[in-house]
């Protein structure tokens, strides 16, 4: 006769009367898949710590983008903002959704060549690029989008040199109405700045100058903020064109737009608290509405990240001890630390276990594993009682991890696409000793015999 595994006792708390403040169960369903895939076999497969990638889910946010804002507004393009996840497979999925690329520096330049994609189709912001990039951007007709005085002067060189427009945009920021306000990217609107950079370039006249930028920052939880700065940046663009007769083509909004993770600070879940992309969408495309005073109605583009592929990032994790706090709060430490999961600092990330677990929920707080104070993953969150070697999933974990991950004191783990196909393969191997040694010199006099 088969005996039934004993389970621990536990009092089941009975609620009855008024739900609870958020109308939701406590905890959440297990994710016991992605896509079709059992976690147990990608652990299988790929081991753990694990970054897993939905390409449904990605080409699915894509979609939904696009129809939301060109249902409204018939010019719209999207550059892809490489520094939200540069993974060459998550970039061509986009790409072959119609995104454009739009990069920061020249090593993401370089990628988004590498991949294919024209010059004539990058956005090139940022405050540093060098010069030898600005060449290269100009040559190949990137729009290149200006940050301060120093980087027009090196333009304005490299036009003379060369004998060419470069193409260029300027970055400008405003006030819209949110609070702090980034000022410390592009030139300033309300200073008079923005306007003395249009009049060195019209006093040149040998650049392309076709285009405003504006990114007003990230995750902003207020879409009205777009409306003010579109609004701003429709009169600037008429001032211009009366003064020197330059006109704007396009305008480029930035990213911005809030994923459905939770920040730190919020006390209502993310999924309840973001804007949803109709709202933003509502906003920007009202505003843009107005138009040019001569009637022209201006191009948008939007380098949307976080909100573009945070949800369709999980990361898979696996619980290496079990702790009880002299507080008496019960600890995890899991082999996922901030080391892969940066946006910890930023987010209460959703904690899901992969299959049912009887039992009561605790409040428990999960470490990671580094030999570090600060490697906190959720100071606080509601489980069931799970043990060591207990997969866990921590979701959305897709934008801004995989790029500001660090080598620090472990190795990046494997990085594993679900195809749409439902067949999953490696995008990013796991790095190993010899990856980080290579790049390593010990002089001969500091060899130890
Ligand atoms: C110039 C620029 N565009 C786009 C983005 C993407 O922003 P988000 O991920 O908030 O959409 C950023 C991120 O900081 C940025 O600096």
Redesign the pocket.
Known sequence: MSREPWVKPSIVMQVTGLMNKFGRRSTRKPIEDIDGVAIQELLEKYGSPLFVFSEKAIRAKFKEIKRVFSTRYPDVRFGW?Y??NYLDSVCSILHQEGALA?V?SEYEYEKARRLGIAGSDIFY?GPFKPKDSLVRATKEGAHIHVDHFDELNDLMKISTELKMQPRLAIRINLDAGIYPSWDRFGFNLESGEAMEAVRRIADHGGMRFDGLHL?LG??ILDPVAYANAVGKLLDFADDIQDRFGIKIEYLDL????ASSNTLHSQYLPGEEASPSLNQYAEHICGALSRGFADGRSPGLVL?????LVDEAGYMVTSVIAEKRLPSGLKSLVVDAGVNILFTSFWYKHNVFTTRDITGLQEEVAIYGPLCMNIDVVRPSVMLPPVERGEPLVLHPVG?YNVTQWMQFIRMRPNVVLVGENGVSEIIREAETIEDILSKERLPERLKLS
């Open positions: 903002s520094k939200t739009e920061v912001n990114h990230t995750f930035g990213g911005g737009f380098e949307t990240g976080r909100a934008a």
